[in-house]
T-cell receptor
Framework: EAQVTQNPRYLITVTGKKLTVTCSQNMNHEYMSWYRQDPGLGLRQIYYSMNVEVTDKGDVPEGYKVSRKEKRNFPLILESPSPNQTSLYFC?????????????FGSGTQLSVL | DQQVKQNSPSLSVQEGRISILNCDYTNSMFDYFLWYKKYPAEGPTFLISISSIKDKNEDGRFTVFLNKSAKHLSLHIVPSQPGDSAVYFCAAIGGGADGLTFGKGTHLIIQP
């Protein structure tokens, strides 16, 4: 089954403790992206990757890192999480960044930073 | 400054009637628009899209209308069904940005 898989689904952590949210897609997609969803703010892009070893900042990259060593994986790293990073995170992928291409989203990771 | 705006946080419609969800945008360079649907505890899923060279696109019960001069698009659902209850996000591509620019979403509630 074609899908984007994120782990974990739920995560509670404390300020400053490094964490990684994994994302994997099995569709051989070139383009991958991370979004966060906050009440009243909708979905905002954090980072994206057009291909292996190519990553770029989105609208809200501060406090986050990503890597794209393999085509299928695009982990999101919070080196020193803070409470304002408490949010619902979505990973997404698409075959290529074309003007009419649809994103496939994972099921989300609910992160709480205490 | 938000470039894609959904000004109605929620909308309640009776089952069987028409649901109309609205979206406005400010960036005239956007060239493609999409609607995503999101259920609780799931990721958004693609619903329907429209290119800026068209003014209407239809797919079953779902129709999207684009008014470029007004920078406005709308999603019509006819007839509305209980399974349509979800949050709907309007999104746009282009305008010099990579990736999709999303609106804040509208929570559609279909009343029996």
């Amino acid at each position: 089954e074609a899908q984007v898989t994120q782990n974990p689904r739920y995560l509670i952590t404390v300020t400053g403790k490094k964490l990684t949210v994994t994302c994997s897609q099995n569709m051989n997609h070139e383009y991958m992206s991370w979004y966060r969803q906050d009440p009243g703010l909708g979905l905002r892009q954090i980072y994206y990757s057009m291909n292996v070893e190519v990553t770029d900042k989105g609208d809200v990259p501060e406090g986050y890192k990503v890597s794209r060593k393999e085509k299928r994986n695009f982990p999101l790293i919070l080196e020193s999480p803070s409470p304002n990073q408490t949010s619902l995170y979505f990973c997404a992928s698409s075959p290529y960044r074309a003007t009419n291409e649809k994103l496939f989203f994972g099921s989300g990771t609910q992160l709480s930073v205490l | 400054d938000q470039q894609v705006k959904q000004n109605s946080p929620s909308l309640s419609v009776q089952e069987g009637r028409i649901s109309i969800l609205n979206c406005d945008y400010t960036n005239s360079m956007f060239d493609y628009f999409l609607w995503y649907k999101k259920y609780p505890a799931e990721g958004p899923t693609f619903l329907i899209s429209i290119s800026s060279i068209k003014d209407k696109n239809e797919d079953g019960r779902f129709t999207v209308f684009l008014n470029k001069s007004a920078k406005h698009l709308s999603l019509h659902i006819v007839p509305s069904q209980p399974g349509d209850s979800a949050v709907y996000f309007c999104a746009a591509i282009g305008g010099g940005a990579d990736g999709l620019t999303f609106g804040k979403g509208t929570h559609l509630i279909i009343q029996p």
